[in-house]
């Protein structure tokens, strides 16, 4: 099913995504719904980031370039298309770049670790991850990144708070996301949920696509009126257009 509303994508996008493939007996978190573009954004990436991720990246060294694999694998790398556990995955990455910009590198080899210890297609939203594979995660980083310079907060409790804005289902496997977004109020107000409105942000609550809060607003309706309409709090569709601002910025 198509996304009800995407964050400026043009027509050959639209296409993409018409064209993703649907598989029958694949959990549908594993299908592809969503544009690198759109899960950067959703997420407050940068682009550039999340490109790097997907598609992997060549940096100079001191003779010559050097070539750095994907970190994600996208779930249709012929459409370059993003499942919802490929934007869980980048939610999760987006903690080592959120105060430290550890590097790609060092990020690397503790996926590798990570690999290695605890086999599995999506090692940052695997069980194994949520309980022992973190620590494992965090001390390999550690090992090849200074991330005790003064000033900046610990990258355990940067990861903890990314983590503890993932939701998982009875099976603890990730059924939605809380982005954590610079500049605005990080709680759980919204979220991106399996299930709900295509995949798309929503008031985590309620289910009310913040889209549709964001495009009232920006026709000229009033806060209080979009909040008597859907019965939900002032604050929340306040929180809602700012996020959906920094998506349309």
Partial sequence: MLAQYTYGQDERTMHRLQAAEYVADVDPRELAIYTPADAAAFLGIKNSTLASWI?????????????????IKPADPNHRLLSFFNLAEAH????????????IKSVRRALETLQEKYPSEHPLISRDFFTNGEDLFIKTVSENENLSRPGQMNLKKIMDKFLAHIGRDRDKIVDRVFPIIKGLRQDKTIGIIHGIASGQPVLSESGVPVWVIHGRHRSGEKVASIAKDFGIPASKVRHAIRYGEKLAA
């Fill in 55 to 71: 598609y992997g990246r060549t940096y100079p060294v001191k003779h010559g370039k050097q070539f750095f694999l994907p970190l």
């Fill in 92 to 103: 999760v990455l987006a903690a080592t770049r959120y105060k430290h910009g550890v590097s």
